[in-house]
């Protein structure tokens, strides 16, 4: 048996909601739908997405009664471990090692990202090359290096501090949504019609909704951050699962 220090029960009960939606609903829901649309159309997108969230739910499901089973974290890693061993814990640590890597990188640059749509004057400052047809500037190096810096000094702070804003960001966010929805409803040339045809031309309506099925997972994926923080949860694990 191998010794561990536990860690403090910090994270309140809505501080955990927040956590889970703020990183399964993330930038790529606001900058995406464009290509989303040109994809599938919206209707296609629309069912798709159902679609995948009821698969997804298969999966949170699952993470439900691991929580109440094993209240620690580590999420996956520790779940490999107990029920396969080191071997298979070690491969799962790695793999969601590179993954998490991958992600942090692709997050850094999202806030610069979305200066960049809203003002580009601001960002589209030192040029310094060009990947794929896409201009890259220093600013977006110091905007990125920046944001990663305050984030990261807030997870060294602990999980307390962190539970706090990541609620505060997803109350925001909700309001923000709603107050979008409401404004543009509104509008003289809203409707119900700025949104056909359903289907693209061109394309049957089962590939439309087949080819947002195929990416939906990515976009539902940050829920699994709820078990990797399960033994510091400041409420009974089993409500984890509701």
């Not at 749509?117 to 110091?142: D, R, S």
Request: positive net charge.
């Amino acid at each position: 048996m191998v010794k561990r220090k536990k860690l403090e029960r910090t994270l309140k009960p809505h501080w955990v909601w927040a956590i889970a939606l703020g990183a399964s609903i993330g930038w790529g829901a606001f900058i995406q739908p464009i290509n989303w649309m040109k994809e599938a159309g919206p209707a296609g997108v629309t069912i798709g997405f159902f679609i995948g969230a009821a698969l997804m739910m298969l999966i949170a499901v699952s993470y439900g009664f691991l929580i109440k089973s094993f209240p620690v974290s580590g999420g996956e890693f520790a779940y490999a471990f107990i029920s396969l061993g080191r071997t298979h814990a070690f491969i799962s640590g790695w793999f969601l090692t590179f993954g998490y890597i991958c992600i942090v990188a692709l997050n850094a640059s999202a806030f610069s990202l979305m200066i960049k749509y809203t003002f580009p004057q601001v960002i589209e400052v030192f040029h310094l090359y060009t990947v794929a047809g896409w201009e890259v500037y220093g600013m977006e190096i110091i905007v990125a290096t920046i944001m990663l810096a305050i984030f990261g000094y807030l997870n060294v702070r602990g999980t307390g501090l962190t539970g706090q804003m990541q609620f505060i960001f997803a109350v925001i966010m909700v309001v923000s949504i709603v107050v979008l929805t409401i404004t543009v409803g509104i509008q003289p040339g809203g409707g119900f019609s700025n949104v056909t045809p359903a289907f693209p031309t061109g394309k049957t309506a089962f590939a439309s909704i087949i080819a947002i099925v195929a990416i939906a997972p990515w976009a539902f994926v940050g829920f699994d951050a709820v078990p990797q923080a399960a033994e510091e949860f400041d409420f009974p694990a089993r409500k984890a699962f509701t």
